[in-house]
Nanobody, 124 residues
Framework: QVHLVESGGGLVQAEGSLRLSCAAS????????MGWFRQAPGKEREFVAT????????FYADSVKGRFTISRDNTKGTIYLQMNNLKADDTAVYHC?????????????????WGQGTQVTVSS
């Protein structure tokens, strides 16, 4: 059983930056591909970014490409999401998730474990 805890959310002005963290425990972190998802009020959960366990390759949603960067530190069992040039549309609860798949995956159904989320609010 993998336990995920997100942190780093908050209120930021448009064009500002935030760095989210997701700490994992209870499993062998390096054996999981990891992802970030977000859910805004009244909207479905959507994919943001993913990083594979195999070679650290990454993949991003078009809406965040060039602004967000996902990374991982296997020694700390943590992934990060650096978010720059934030926009009001980025306002959402951000969740990290863990997948036992070898490569990074987009569909949320690929992920077995989920964190509770951290709120990101971008004021325009």
């Amino acid at each position: 059983q993998v336990h995920l805890v997100e942190s780093g959310g908050g209120l930021v002005q448009a064009e500002g930056s935030l760095r989210l963290s997701c700490a994992a425990s209870g499993g062998i972190f390096s054996t999981y591909s990891m992802g970030w998802f977000r859910q805004a009020p009244g909207k479905e959960r959507e994919f943001v970014a993913t990083i594979s366990r195999s070679d650290g390759s990454t993949f991003y949603a078009d809406s965040v490409k060039g602004r967000f960067t996902i990374s991982r530190d296997n020694t700390k069992g943590t992934i990060y999401l650096q978010m720059n040039n934030l926009k009001a549309d980025d306002t959402a609860v951000y969740h990290c998730a863990a997948s036992s798949t070898y490569t990074a995956r987009v569909p949320s159904i690929s992920y077995e474990y989920w964190g509770q989320g951290t709120q990101v609010t971008v004021s325009s």
